[in-house]
């Protein structure tokens, strides 16, 4: 599938643009707060068709519904249960995607057929502008090919999709880095099934009550989310993650190179410094694990770039953002290493 792609830099243009072509039953890839989005009409098959398409992703992976309004999301559900409401008033716009029960005006492409659909409302300006002017519900994975990491800005959307899609509407890069927190409220406990931008201590303070967390033995459990059963981080080099202190973490970089691996590094600015090796991409503060995670997938494409043979990767602590960013990178790697090594 060939086809010239417009590179469009956001102004009022480039959103005329590209709400002709949504309405047209093209496929746009546009900025969110999270990561990029390939994006269509939710409501024609054969648009949605095109993003899976594009993507390369397997159609029994449901897609993300993104609206500008609470009222625009009232359209295409059956009712917004209390808890979602409660969510939807305090974190949105924002990171955060509710499973609501569908009233099937979306198309069943889009919910790869099941009851519920997943609909967020993103904080960009530029998708809020988008989906305003189109005055649609546009379904929206992420604009990578399916596999490969998200992509944080317009250059990395380029790098995957360019002559696959009709449009990318370039709105700078994405400040959060990580896809937004999916929980489905559905349930009586609502349950997430995706850690992301909004955390699990956010949600229970807004709740006033516990809730499940479906992620929490990802590796052994039947996924939920349909999506999290597909490895979707899966960086071009194998990454190896290493938990442990700075002593323990230069023994593994010299054990790998004893081996006769050319060794890259991903770690935060403090640890960055205590290490000694040739290759070493640092990845945010551990002051600030926002920052961790808005850089993440940037650098993770970024070793492609190099000639490295593997990627030793920091583990961040579990906590806030950082449950997240630990997530995907348990999800893209071989191995964690830790004072025994351990195959995961
Ligand atoms: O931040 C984000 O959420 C980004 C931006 C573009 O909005 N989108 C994104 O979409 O990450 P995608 O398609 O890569 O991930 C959607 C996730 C998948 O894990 C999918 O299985 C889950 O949401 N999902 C979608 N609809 C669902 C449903 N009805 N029930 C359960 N999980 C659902
Ligand atoms: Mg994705």
């Not at 243009?13 to 047209?24: F, G, P, R, T």
């Not at 650098?299 to 583990?315: G, H």
Request: glycine letters at 6%; hydrophobic letters at 40%; aromatic letters at 6%.
């Amino acid at each position: 599938m060939t086809k010239s792609t417009n590179y469009l830099i956001w102004d009022d243009e480039a959103i005329n643009i590209c709400s002709e072509l949504l309405k047209k039953g093209e496929v746009v890839a546009f900025p969110t707060e999270t990561v990029y989005g390939l994006g269509a009409d939710a409501t024609n098959d054969e648009a949605v068709k095109k993003i899976f398409e594009a993507k390369g992703r397997p159609a029994d992976n449901p897609l993300i519904v993104h609206v500008a309004s609470q009222e625009q999301m009232a359209q295409y559900v059956d009712h917004i249960p209390k808890v979602a409401k409660q969510l939807l008033d305090a974190f949105t716009p924002g990171p955060l995607t509710v499973i609501l029960p569908s009233n099937g005006l979306i198309s069943p492409f889009v919910t790869a057929g099941l009851e519920t659909i997943g609909l967020r409302i993103p904080e960009h300006p530029a998708a809020l502008e988008l989906i305003e002017k189109a005055n649609l519900p546009i379904a929206a994975p992420s604009a990578n090919l399916s596999g490969k990491t998200s992509p944080t800005s317009a250059i990395h959307v380029y790098q995957d999709l360019d002559k696959r899609i009709s449009a990318i509407l370039d709105g700078g890069v994405t400040g959060v880095g990580v896809e937004s927190t999916v929980v489905d409220c559905t349930t009586d406990v609502p349950r997430i099934l995706r850690p992301g931008g909004i955390t699990r201590l956010e949600i229970e303070a807004v709740l006033d009550q516990v809730i499940e967390d479906a992620t929490v033995d990802d590796d052994i459990n039947k996924p939920q989310a349909p999506g999290m059963k597909y490895n979707h981080y899966e960086p071009a080099v194998p990454l190896v993650l290493v938990k442990g202190d700075p002593d323990f973490f230069q023994e593994k970089i010299d054990e790998y190179k004893q081996m006769g691996k050319k060794v890259g590094v991903l770690a935060s600015e403090e640890r960055s410094t205590q290490l000694n090796v040739e290759k070493i991409e640092t990845c945010g503060t551990l002051s600030d694990l926002s920052t961790v995670a808005r850089d993440l997938y940037q650098v993770l494409r970024r070793f492609k770039e190099t000639d490295v043979d593997l990627i030793l990767a920091e583990y961040f602590p579990e906590e806030a953002v950082g449950y997240a960013i630990m997530n995907r990178l348990k999800k893209a790697a071989t191995y964690i290493e830790l004072k025994e090594t351990m195959k995961k």
